[in-house]
């Protein structure tokens, strides 16, 4: 009786399992746009860039359809948490604090980090806290580059924070800010498309690297993404992908 018992239980269990199993044959995929030149907008509203020509490779190789989703980057993260979408594709660097919250693939991309200003601050000393006290730094809110530069010189400096890279740039160039803190890739297409702005200092590491974020539970999807990514890095996607957008290495 008890060995009856026990494989009605199995049975039941196993059915569950099955009913229970998520059905990965389309993928919502969360990206904040614009973020040139990871994800963007053409002239005809079609959305590209490194990490949506990428995400479509990586749902290419699972079998899945993609369906690409902007969400602000504010959002980004309770949006997931409430399952608006299955994964964040949108250059969110590893953080010990977002890993609390989040499960994060293997990093698949790591760029520098770079300061940016007008050519007249050329010679500025952005390592200096003397240097940068009173000026007006602006950041994305929430990335690696808000927390440096908050933890670095938010006791000397007026940390200013925006929702958009674009509404950044806009206040940089209006006069609104002495300095940004951005992706270097970023600050390069946006910024130093002007020759009035540069680069302001050498370039430098933030953080662990970029990964896609999922709901911790969804470990079966990470590890798809994962297995993805490394088979698209071993027979030359990746690369061929990545040398569409920058012309230097960016692979972990």
């Not at 409430?82 to 010990?96: F, G, L, Q, V, W």
């Not at 499960?103 to 698949?108: A, D, G, N, Q, T």
């Not at 770079?114 to 806290?129: E, H, I, N, P």
Request: aromatic share 10%.
């Amino acid at each position: 009786m008890k060995k009856i018992i026990l494989c009605i239980v199995c049975a039941l269990s196993m059915i569950a399992g099955s009913v229970l199993a998520k059905d990965w044959s389309t993928i919502r995929t969360a990206v904040d746009v614009p973020y040139e030149p990871f994800e963007y907008k053409l002239p005809d509203g079609t959305l590209t860039g490194f990490e949506i020509d990428l995400g479509n490779a990586v749902c290419e190789e699972i079998k899945a359809n993609c369906e690409w989703v902007i969400q602000g980057w504010d959002g980004i993260i309770p949006g997931l948490l409430s399952r608006k979408y299955d994964a964040i594709m949108s250059s969110m660097s590893i953080t010990p604090e977002r890993a609390k919250k989040v499960l994060f693939s293997e990093p698949y991309y790591n760029t520098p980090s770079s300061w940016f200003g007008a050519k007249a601050s050329a010679d500025l000393d952005v390592t200096s806290m003397d240097a940068l006290k009173g000026k007006v730094i602006g950041v994305q809110r929430g990335t690696v580059q808000d927390n440096h530069a908050s933890d670095t010189f938010g006791s000397v400096a007026d940390i200013k924070r925006y929702g958009t890279a674009d509404d950044l740039v806009v206040d940089l160039r209006g006069g609104r800010l002495d300095l940004v803190l951005l992706d270097f890739p970023v600050g390069e297409k946006t910024i130093m498309s002007d020759d009035k702005y540069d680069r302001i200092g050498e370039l430098f590491q933030l953080g662990e690297g970029v990964g896609v974020a999922f709901r911790k539970r969804d470990k079966e999807l990470a590890e798809k993404f994962n297995t993805a990514l490394e088979k698209l890095k071993n027979n030359g996607t990746y690369d061929s992908i990545r040398k569409k957008y920058f012309y230097y290495d960016i692979k972990v």
